[in-house]
């Protein structure tokens, strides 16, 4: 994690965001300390946040409000809603068989609650500046409303709403360049990435004929090195080749793949060279070892070894199998093939599939191996020349 940087050590600043730990200890643990003491009941308060503009909390609720002066312009404001107002009452003076209404507090319940209020800002008071201003800044303050939710008896009562001027709110230091963090105190956290083992270049009738057992070279790709793709970066990185994934391949196999390949295109699709490409299945690495491939270093993958390879054309997996090595290059082994839905293309121009019913019910025209769930527009072709 890298620091901020800056020519000096501390900023005085007020951000809503970087000064709520300010908030927090001078506002929040203030009240619930003054409350605590003032009562000696059960009265729990949690702070719900600081805001500059007009509360949302204010609304639709009816408050006991004192204005507590300052200096000569100033005051700060402490409401109280009504609700939270009648708990306390009943909590401290003990309930009533009359109905509450707020503005029928007797004398003895509204001095009650005034006294609440000068005693909350009595221990909030002491970081807060008081010194007199000219009236145009004055004009072009601002307030900051803390908000507390309350709870009497564990039970939610109301809210209490503390409005103090921005002048009178101190610029707080904040250390800009203290690192709290390193990459080593996460290294063992797991993160999602793809691992690209290789790709190649494979004709569209080639895809067609896949089956299971078949092996497919990847003619771009090492056994020594491999790529992982997070947050749209990719990084090639060195690995110890597994042992394990050595195979040899007979000579019948080697016949048959060659003459795949050289299979003569039926028509110009089949010819169209497409990527394809072998990834791996969920791939989980520690933040430790992407740290490690950033910098180059030889990793061991052991692990990733044991995971599915898929064999994918543009968005479209074809096949899935296990990862072998050929040589010096990586190959698939197929153990399955996948099925390739049909474009919804299709269902959209019914025309298009009344002319071909015909020509696939006649049987001297019979269908290529694989054609059956198979289609072209399945894969976008970038070509210009067609």
């Known amino acids: 994690m890298t620091a901020l940087k800056s020519d000096v050590n501390t900023k005085k600043t007020k951000n809503l965001v970087k000064d709520y730990p300010w908030f927090y200890s001078n506002i929040y643990e203030k009240i619930q300390e003054a409350t605590e003491k003032f009562f000696q009941k059960d009265i729990n308060l949690r702070f719900m946040g600081v805001s500059t503009d007009e509360n949302i909390f204010v609304y639709g609720d009816e408050y006991f409000v004192n204005q507590i002066p300052v200096s000569k312009n100033s005051v700060v404001k402490v409401k109280i809603s009504a609700n939270l107002v009648s708990s306390i009452l009943d909590v401290v003076l003990g309930g009533s068989d009359t109905p509450f209404k707020l503005n029928s507090l007797t004398d003895i319940e509204a001095m009650l609650m005034k006294s609440y209020t000068i005693f909350l800002y009595k221990h909030i008071e002491e970081p807060l500046i008081k010194t007199e201003l000219n009236r145009k800044v004055l004009e072009n303050s601002k307030d900051y409303n803390f908000t507390f939710f309350a709870q009497c008896n564990n039970k939610h009562s109301g809210k209490i709403i503390i409005t103090i001027p921005d002048y009178m709110i101190p610029e707080i230091e904040h250390n800009i360049n203290k690192e709290h963090f390193s990459i080593s105190d996460f290294k063992n956290s797991r993160v999602k990435v793809k691992l ?20 497919i070279l990847l003619d771009d790709s090492n056994v020594n090195r491999m790529s992982v793709v997070w947050d749209d970066k990719k990084i090639n990185f060195n690995i110890n080749p597994n042992p394990s994934l050595i195979v040899s391949v007979s000579n019948n196999g080697g016949k048959e793949m060659e003459e795949t390949a050289n299979a003569k295109p039926q028509n110009m699709w089949d010819s169209i060279l497409v990527d394809i490409v072998a990834e791996f299945d969920n791939v989980k690495l520690t933040l430790g070892e992407l740290k490690q491939i950033s910098e180059g270093l030889v990793i061991d993958l052991g692990s990733v070894y044991e995971n599915k390879v898929r064999l994918r054309v543009e968005n479209q997996v074809v096949a899935t199998g296990e990862l072998v090595i050929l040589n ?44 059956e769930n198979f289609d072209y527009s399945d894969f976008e072709i970038e070509d210009e020349s067609i």
């Open 196 to 215: 690209n083992a290789g790709s190649a270049k494979i004709a569209l009738n080639e895809i067609q004929t896949i089956e299971t057992g078949d092996i």
């Open 328 to 371: 010096d290059r990586y190959g698939v082994r197929i153990d399955k093939v996948a099925k390739v839905k049909s474009n919804e293309v299709k269902k959209e121009q019914p025309a298009k599939q009344e002319a071909k019913a015909p020509v696939k019910e006649n049987p001297k025209q019979a269908p290529k191996k694989g054609d």
